[in-house]
Antibody, heavy 116, light 108 residues
Framework: EVQLVESGGGLVQPGGSLRLSCAAS????????MNWVRQAPGKGLEWVSY????????YYADSVKGRFTISRDNAKNSLYLQMNSLRAEDTAVYYC?????????WGQGTLVTVSS | SYVLTQPPSVSVAPGKTARITCGGNNIGSKSVHWYQQKPGQAPVLVIYYDSDRPSGIPERFSGSNSGNTATLTISRVEAGDEADYYC???????????FGTGTKVTVL
């Protein structure tokens, strides 16, 4: 059974940093491209970042480019999102999602709250 | 950046057909995917590559895509279909993935 489990969310002050993790199981993690998608409270879905299976190709949404860094460790079956210079508008549930064009499996999400 | 526009809400009686549109410039040239999200839950893929259904998704869910509009159709609507629905594409010109604005489906 494919499982994606996010962790690392919490309360952080504006300008602070946080690192999210996504632990994958039930499939060959190193063969799949991965993404982070977020959802602000009461709002729609927003794609955040993509990473290829090897980690060699990375893309970011304009809203996070230069502040967030996506990475992966295929030996540990894990995906990461390093978030720096956090702003109030980054407050959201962050999901990791498997896929290239479509996202066929999603984690349950981890809540990030940016507030003083 | 590429924009996908959905109606904010659609209401439908049980047993009837719900149609949710997703508008985008020449969206017919792209592959469209659809997600269902119930309150407090992660999104679930219900249609991929315009009209394919993942295993476990009822045949009542179907999709089409042409011109500037993609459509998700839910036939014989049930109370359990009440949820938010999002369309999504891969904008190859930017390599960004883009979600639609979302549609809340209410079963009357």
């Amino acid at each position: 059974e494919v499982q994606l489990v996010e962790s690392g969310g919490g309360l952080v002050q504006p300008g602070g940093s946080l690192r999210l993790s996504c632990a994958a199981s039930g499939f060959t993690f190193s063969s799949y491209e991965m993404n982070w998608v977020r959802q602000a409270p009461g709002k729609g879905l927003e794609w955040v970042s993509y990473i290829s299976s090897s980690g060699s190709t990375i893309y970011y949404a304009d809203s996070v480019k230069g502040r967030f860094t996506i990475s992966r460790d295929n030996a540990k079956n894990s995906l990461y999102l390093q978030m720096n210079s956090l702003r109030a508008e980054d407050t959201a549930v962050y999901y990791c999602a498997r896929g290239t064009s479509d996202f066929d499996y999603w984690g349950q999400g981890t809540l990030v709250t940016v507030s003083s | 950046s590429y924009v996908l526009t959905q109606p904010p809400s659609v209401s439908v009686a049980p047993g009837k057909t719900a149609r949710i549109t997703c508008g985008g410039n020449n969206i017919g040239s792209k592959s469209v995917h659809w997600y269902q999200q119930k309150p407090g839950q992660a999104p679930v893929l219900v249609i991929y590559y315009d009209s394919d259904r993942p295993s476990g998704i009822p045949e009542r869910f179907s999709g089409s895509n042409s011109g500037n509009t993609a459509t998700l159709t839910i036939s014989r609507v049930e109370a359990g279909d009440e949820a938010d629905y999002y369309c999504q594409v891969w904008d190859s010109s930017s390599d960004h993935r883009v979600f639609g604005t979302g549609t809340k489906v209410t079963v009357l």
